[in-house]
């Protein structure tokens, strides 16, 4: 047993050793859907879950002589994300033909852009292990997305809603060393594409998918070593479970006195496993060549400068500046930043705030749990909320002024999330205002006592904590009305007053 | 120069059988462009800006609006599928990759 123990401490130590060695280099292709209303090349919705074919025409379906008519608003989703991650622009840029052949692809091409990138050299920062990391960009090119394929046992289904819906294909240089890095990166670009509006990354929906270059080589060895690419990823965990999953597979390969083979492996998400893909042709050539069909772009001054000034405060200095301005610390920061609507519900709200001290860090929380967790349960956006960022800001006002109890604001938040009424009239309205009146709250105490005799005794004979019985009863009579600190200070006076008495 | 090897890839990716007797015969004519090319690869094109189109037209594009194609459209393209199911066009099994 000792042995089999040893012989197996030995080998994970071995693997250990054989890991240390090594050192991973990750690429990745990033795919985004553009938000555009329309297609790319034609003016069929790019609407999501719609009846499969319905958002189809000649020129999606690829029709003999059908032409492509450019969106616009592609052009300048793809030239504003560049801007944004510092990439230098093609302003002269213009569409290639990607040959091949695939039934998701009626045309047997695909329009994309191939020497002439709207955007390259770009870059990406992001925090790891408390250190800034710049990620380099390689380009970021416009295409078209291919129909969805269903696949059945003797057949496959194929839906082309999808096929010609804008996208970017965004390109980094392998420069990324772990599934952790390459977690990070990708959750800071899907914040800065969000904030930007440009895709609204949604995973679920296929809005963002992955691919994976992946090799290891020697520490120091100064050439890459053999490339593996990883396709099928369509969630950011899936590429770091695929990443963690290849890096070993690699290892284990060299190790064992194998190769690493340049190939392309599909990941598996129910086996968590890559699997090599037979390759789609024996050699591949896709044979680019410009598309005849769509005019160059010369993009001039006026629209760059236009697009440039649209950007948002991104994610990262947002975080920053609501840290200094509001006090917040970098959890909460991060998580109100964390989309450009919750940051903007939580701004409008402080700003509808009387008190600037208090009620920032209040807002925070009340947003943090509460609300979304509300919005939760009923699946809405805080775009949505019933309870606008002026109704909350007056109700933390309202607890802040002492007006209502913490305790009262969550029972009137609750009928302000169903009904979408302001604080002031719910709490006329329910009744629910604090009593501060102290001659009110005197004769609910003296009652209180009364009913609590052995209560009072305990406290005014030193066991402090007996008054909780005392208070208790107050704010049961008072349904939860009376304002609490004070009905702890007169509860003491009165009891004291009568030891005095005694 | 083209080879039967490389004939036989490009016919192959392009999805086109051709059979034996048919291979010499279009690596002939294909050779006979190719040289034609390589004839044109001679002129000095040093001060010669790339062109990939003929025209000075540029930033030809449409707004982003919505516009569906009418039932009759869809129906006639949907139509045209040799099978369908459902909604789908049903197709032979492809590897899914």
Known sequence: ??????????????????????????????????????????????????????????????????????????????????????????????????????????????????????????????????????????????????????????????????????????????????????????NTLKDIVEYLATSQCNMEQGQMRCDVNISIRQVNQQTLGTKVEIKNLNSISAVQDAINYEYAR???????????????????????????????????????????NLIPLNLNDTLITKLYKEIPELPYLRKQRFMVSYQLNAYDASYLTSTKLLA???????????????????????????LISKLNVSKLNIDKSPVTSENLAKLIDLIISGKISGKIAKQIFVEMYKTSIDPVTLINKMNMKQISNESIII??????????????????TGKVKAIDYIVGTVMKKSKGKANPQLVVKIIKELLKNSVNKI | MIKKCEFNNIAFLSRIYVNEQEVNKYITDLNKMVTAVNILQEVNTDNVIPTTHMTSMRNIWRQDTVKSSTNSVKKILFNNAPEAENCFYKIRKVLNI
């Not at chain 1, 519900?345 to 920032?360: G, Q």
């Open chain 1, 250 to 292: 690699q290892i284990k390969t060299l190790t064992d006195g194998g190769k690493v083979v340049q190939e392309t492996r599909a990941w598996d998400s129910k086996l968590n496993i890559t699997k090599s893909t037979r390759p789609k042709e024996n050699c591949l050539d896709y044979r680019y060549f410009t598309e005849p």
């Open chain 1, 1 to 186: 047993m000792l042995v089999n123990i040893l012989i197996l401490n030995n080998k994970i130590n071995k693997v250990n050793n054989e890991m240390e060695k090594y050192e991973t280099m990750i690429g990745l292709e990033v795919h985004m859907q553009i938000n555009t209303k329309s297609k790319i090349f034609c003016e069929c919705s790019t609407d999501f879950g719609c009846q499969p074919n319905s958002n189809t025409c000649v020129i999606c379906t690829s029709q003999p002589g059908a032409l492509p008519l450019l969106n616009k608003q592609a052009i300048e989703a793809v030239v504003k994300t560049g801007l944004a991650l510092n990439c230098k622009i093609n302003v002269a840029s213009n569409f290639s033909r990607k040959q091949y052949f695939y039934p998701d692809l009626p045309k047997n091409y695909q329009i994309t852009q191939f020497s002439l990138p709207l955007c390259y050299n770009g870059t990406l920062k992001f925090i790891y292990k408390d250190k800034e990391k710049i990620i380099n960009i390689q380009r970021i090119h416009l295409e078209e997305d291919a129909g969805k394929l269903i696949h059945k046992d003797n057949y496959s289904l194929l839906d082309l809603n999808r096929a010609g819906i804008g996208l970017m294909e965004l390109v980094t240089s392998p420069e990324l060393h772990s599934a952790e890095e390459s977690f990070i990166f990708l």
């Open chain 1, 344 to 370: 903007d519900y939580y701004e409008k709200a402080v700003k509808f705030s009387k008190n600037n001290k208090i009620a920032p860090k209040l807002l925070a929380n009340w947003i943090a749990t509460e």
């Open chain 1, 443 to 460: 004769a609910l105490c003296n009652e209180s006592i009364k009913e609590n005799s052995k209560a009072a005794f305990e406290f005014q």
